[in-house]
């Protein structure tokens, strides 16, 4: 692909964008950063309200600071919901993040640093007025721990800072650097030579033995038109579903170009995201890497007080000289565009449904089904069919369990058929590699948008919560998984890379199969907010795997963290 057709794919998105501003802007609100506690917070309040507020949409995230105060300030005012002492101190919390949206004024800081530094509870520096909003704050995350097993260290370095704002309340921005060398454990080293990708980031300098240096950078601007029409273009991650993991979209991949249109009017939020991915590449000579295009859309409607609905569909293509056109339609699905550019070998649509219900008070029960294809004849002709692919999410959310305030639980259970989010079109064999590879393939950086475990695995989750405190947090995460590797040269249906035509079996095919692996993680965190997202986490994660062929690798890591406006790193696969 040549230099000038990356270039054009940034033009595009830009040129729409630039149509889009001549329209009427109002005002904006940047995004609650994915991993912010307020997640878990306003997920707590919504299935304790027992009704869907029509302010957050939960299924597509990240959520605008202004939506998350607003339903916020409405939980707080409600006369019919019973909170505990610790969900009112939640409360505060979002209320004290998002304070540039908080009808009574920003919340102030009893600890002011020279008086320009800490004026407000949770900035380093800031200044609200109608005309100029801005924000400062310090980003860090510094580890030091241990694999007792092997004896290796396990640290991480990560510094940083992020800004965010608006001009004159019509447009907003968002902008952040990190900094980071890291000694990461065994696996997730063996993970980053396998993919040679950071898990949640991307390309990395290799330093001494075991180190890893990289960057990352986030940043966008958005506005609001037309009343009910946001709209952000940048670089940065979206996350789509209810659950732990995602079948649709996930945070898992490295941060990619966007444009989104989020629509939200009465019952209904209808989504439209662009995206530039790089596929495949290898760690070779500094050369630009190629890239290739996605489209999703994704519908949700509040088909009840306690019940919301939605659809998905999403199609990832390349073309050697342009971004298609044809895929900025913003009306869901994409079958009959794909099928009238005579597209339906090259590019690789998907689509699927969600749901959601809130019942009891207490309960929560969300779940995903995708559709990457399905031959109904050739189903009918045999169990198996390698082209039945298909993944599936199915969870539950119990809060206050046993009337034990502020103790949650959640289970989940995640599948995905063989060969699912792999994709058919022309080889294409990265730069320094004989491996040929697809292009169409629903990854980003050499890391699947989905599940971690890409394709071919069954999953189960279970993870328990409970602040007894404001500022004290318990999590003990527990995850089971079995997934199939492949053999020699032989693809099985895991690795989503691989062209899937080239299957051993064409009938016969199950979850799992391949070489066996059965994975075990227990993973338990206790945090302490020192001050307001300022984290300090003692951690233990134990992790078996056994492997059919090579056997049983088991590994330990304990692990101190100190963190400020900066989420958990989670590697949990």
């Given amino acids: 692909m040549k230099i000038a057709t990356k270039i054009h794919s940034t033009q595009l998105l830009i040129t729409a964008l630039l149509l889009l501003t ?114 400062v704050n310090p980003v860090f995350y510094f580890t030091a721990g241990a694999e007792p097993d092997s004896s290796k260290i396990v640290a991480q370095n990560s510094r940083g800072f992020n800004i965010r704002g608006w001009i004159d309340k019509k447009i907003g921005y968002y902008a952040d650097f990190l900094e980071t060398d890291a000694l990461e454990p065994g696996y997730v080293q063996a993970r980053i030579n396998e993919t040679l990708a950071v898990p949640g980031y991307g390309r990395y300098i290799p330093y001494h033995v075991r180190g890893v240096d990289y960057s990352n950078s986030d940043g966008y601007f958005d506005f609001t038109i037309a009343k009910y029409i946001l709209v952000q273009f940048g670089q940065d991650k979206n996350f789509i579903g209810d659950g732990y993991r995602s079948m649709f979209l996930s945070d898992f991949s490295n941060n990619y170009l966007f444009l989104k249109l989020s629509t939200q009017i009465w019952k209904f939020n209808y989504e439209n995201l662009y995206m530039q991915l790089t596929p495949q590449y290898t760690d070779g000579a500094d050369t630009l890497y190629e890239k290739k295009y996605a489209s999703i859309q994704h519908l949700s409607y509040d088909l009840t007080k306690f019940l919301n609905v939605g659809l998905f569909d999403a199609v990832v293509f390349d073309r050697t000289d342009h971004f298609d056109f044809s895929y900025l339609n913003p009306i869901i699905f994409y079958d009959p565009v794909e099928y009238g550019l005579g597209s339906s070998v090259h590019d690789n649509a998907l689509i699927g449904f969600d749901y959601k219900a809130n019942f009891l008070r207490h309960f929560q029960l969300y779940g995903q089904f995708i559709l990457d294809d399905y031959n109904y004849g050739a189903s009918q002709s045999g169990s198996g069919y390698f082209g039945d692919k298909y993944a599936n999410q199915i969870g539950l959310k119990w809060i206050d369990v046993c009337g034990i305030h502020n103790l949650d639980l959640q289970l989940e259970n995640n599948l995905s058929r063989p060969y699912t989010y792999s994709h058919d079109d022309a080889a294409y064999t990265p730069t320094g590699t004989e491996t040929p590879y697809t292009i169409a393939n629903y990854s980003n950086y050499n890391q699947p948008l989905a599940d971690p475990l890409g394709a071919n695995f069954r999953e189960y989750i279970a993870i328990i919560r409970y602040q007894p405190f404001n500022k004290l947090f318990f999590t003990a995460k527990f995850i089971h998984s079995t997934f199939g590797s492949d053999t020699g040269s032989s693809n099985w249906g895991g690795n989503i890379f691989l062209n899937y035509s080239d299957h051993p079996l064409v009938y016969g095919n199950t979850i799992g199969q391949g070489v066996k692996n059965t994975l075990f993680i227990a993973d338990f965190t206790m945090s302490y907010m020192i001050k307001h997202n300022l984290f300090i986490d003692l951690r233990y994660t134990q992790r078996n795997l056994n492997n059919a062929l090579y056997g049983q690798f088991n590994t330990t890591v304990l692990t101190l963290t100190i963190r400020m406006n900066m989420a958990q790193i989670q590697y949990d696969y």
């Fill in 22 to 135: 001549g329209l009427k802007t109002l005002a904006q609100s940047t995004l609650v950063p994915l991993g912010n506690n307020a997640y878990d917070i306003i997920d707590r309040m919504e299935i304790k309200s027992g009704a869907l507020s029509h302010i957050i949409f939960s299924d597509v995230k990240p959520y605008t600071r202004m939506n998350a105060d607003a339903f916020a300030e409405m939980m707080d005012s409600s006369k019919t919901i019973s909170f505990s002492r610790v969900d009112r101190q939640n409360l505060y919390y979002i209320f004290s993040d998002n304070g540039e949206w908080y009808s009574r004024g920003e919340i102030q800081s009893k600890d002011t640093i020279l008086k320009w530094f800490y004026q407000t509870k949770a900035d380093l520096y800031s200044h609200v007025s109608n005309a100029f909003t801005i924000k």
